[in-house]
């Protein structure tokens, strides 16, 4: 499974860049601000294009357009393509699956996907919540799909009043609430999402990868990967998480209590 940051900050780029594992970054409206706001970013040109330059060739930057009507969509994620992808040629455009609000209906995310994955540009399609969204973006053409697993698992546990804080572990195999599964039409889980997902694609052999997305710690990254998601997008704060264990830092204190002068002395 190969593993994106999902971040918009280039602090959090630059360090995850020299871990060595990163295969891209994914961002999206909510991440540039959050960036923007940490860094106090004026000129948003060049702090994309840094974010491009520091990921590098061969890895994914997914950008987000903000428009929500395919027109929009198309000449957005082709000025998006246009400005960026020449820093790295690793731009990958991210487009809502729906981009419909409740002010305006629209089904134009597929029309968009289409349109710009026809002209050969890597489409990422967000908001995914249903293996039938992932289903007609991957027959639109799109490169990638993202289930948002973290934020399925939060409306499962809302609908049954359930506390939590976001990084907590939601089971992949669901809950029940009054003696019924918690459920979202038949998916029990974020993790369930991704793998009805893989089962759907594999199916008709679509050559379309999962980005398992909004994930919230070690567990449900590693049964990402268990399910056959092709890609985990993970903040950095969960990254972390995944080389912890209590055992390993309690190891470290023995080995570094025990370290006698004799073997100090091997590497002088
Ligand atoms: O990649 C999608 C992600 O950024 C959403 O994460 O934590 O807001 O659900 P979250």
Redo the contacts with the bound molecule.
């Keep these: 499974m190969k593993i994106f940051i999902?971040t918009a900050d280039i602090d959090e780029v630059k360090e995850g860049m020299t871990w060595g594992v990163a295969d891209g970054i994914?961002t999206?409206p909510?991440?540039i601000k959050k960036a923007q706001e940490k860094h106090k970013v004026k000129d948003m040109n060049s702090y994309i294009k840094n974010l491009c330059k520091t990921v590098g060739k061969g890895k994914d930057v997914s950008l987000e357009v903000i428009g929500t009507d395919a027109k929009t969509m198309i000449s957005q994620g082709l000025t998006l393509y246009k400005k960026f992808n020449k820093v790295a040629n690793n731009v990958v455009i991210k487009i809502p699956v729906n981009p419909a609000t409740n002010d305006d209906p629209n089904f134009d995310g597929i029309k968009a996907i289409k349109a710009l994955a026809s002209k050969g540009i890597g489409i990422n399609t967000t908001l995914i919540f249903t293996p039938e969204q992932a289903w007609l973006a991957a027959k639109a053409g799109a490169k990638y799909v993202?289930p948002?697993a973290?934020?399925i698992d939060d409306d499962l546990r809302k609908k049954a009043n359930i506390t939590f804080e976001k990084p907590d572990y939601y089971p992949a195999t669901g809950k029940e609430y009054k003696e019924k599964p918690l459920e979202d039409n038949g998916i029990i889980s974020g993790i369930h999402l991704c793998k009805q997902i893989r089962l759907l694609l594999d199916n008709f052999n679509y050559k379309t990868q999962i980005i398992a997305?909004?994930l919230r710690n070690a567990r449900q990254i590693r049964e990402a990967a268990l399910v056959g998601a092709h890609v985990a997008?993970i903040?950095f704060s969960a990254l972390t998480t995944t080389l912890t264990h209590y055992k390993t830092a309690e190891g470290m204190n023995a080995f570094l209590a025990d370290t006698v002068k004799e073997y100090e002395a091997v590497f002088k």
């Design positions: 999902d994914t999206n909510s991440l993202s948002f973290g934020r997305a909004s997008t903040p």
